[in-house]
């Protein structure tokens, strides 16, 4: 419908149900929060990590993995410190998981290429949030192979493949 000057184009109805959009922004972690305490819970979550032991974890990274590859809707307002807090997270434990995924038979020219985005690490989320986000997207999945790599039962692989030693 154009619009034509000195016309007023008629107001829809306000929906009774959110949309879809409407709640996956509700939901999304990169979404900024509505109430203070959410901001409390995400820094107890940054100290808890600080205290995280050396164990692998494969429980909480693979929760900061999920965080990181969420489906963000179109048009959202990511919030820069979810967005620094999920790239501190994810960073440290790809530094954690390289080392065992190397000893593993990680191939020289993927374990440099993580090792520079690791080095470098993300871009600034305050003055680049689509950046850091992708980012964070694509570290996530490097993440999800490094994690792949260090939780392998090389023996039971290789007894599933028929694999005779």
């Not at 109805?13 to 109430?35: C, D, F, M, Y």
């Not at 050396?54 to 820069?80: C, E, F, S």
């Not at 392998?152 to 694999?163: I, L, N, T």
Request: a negative charge; hydrophobic letters at 40%.
């Amino acid at each position: 419908m154009p619009n034509l000057p000195d016309t007023t184009m008629p107001s829809l109805p306000p929906l009774e149900r959110p949309t879809l959009a409407q709640r996956l922004k509700a939901q999304h972690p990169l979404v900024p929060p509505g109430q203070p305490d959410d901001d409390r819970a995400a820094a107890h979550a940054d100290e808890a990590l600080a205290a995280v032991p050396a164990p692998l974890d494969v429980g909480t990274i693979r929760a900061t993995i999920n965080q990181a590859l969420a489906p963000v809707p179109p048009g959202t307002h990511l919030a820069p410190d979810a967005l620094a807090s999920i790239a501190r997270r994810l960073n440290w434990h790809m530094t954690f998981l390289l080392p065992i995924a190397e000893a593993k038979g990680l191939d020289r020219a993927t374990r440099a290429y993580l090792r520079r985005r690791v080095e470098h690490g993300p871009p600034s989320a305050h003055d680049y949030p689509a950046c850091t986000q992708t980012w964070l997207q694509d570290n996530a999945r490097s993440c999800q192979m490094l994690l792949g790599l260090a939780i392998a039962d090389e023996a039971a692989e290789h007894q599933h493949a028929g694999v005779v030693r």
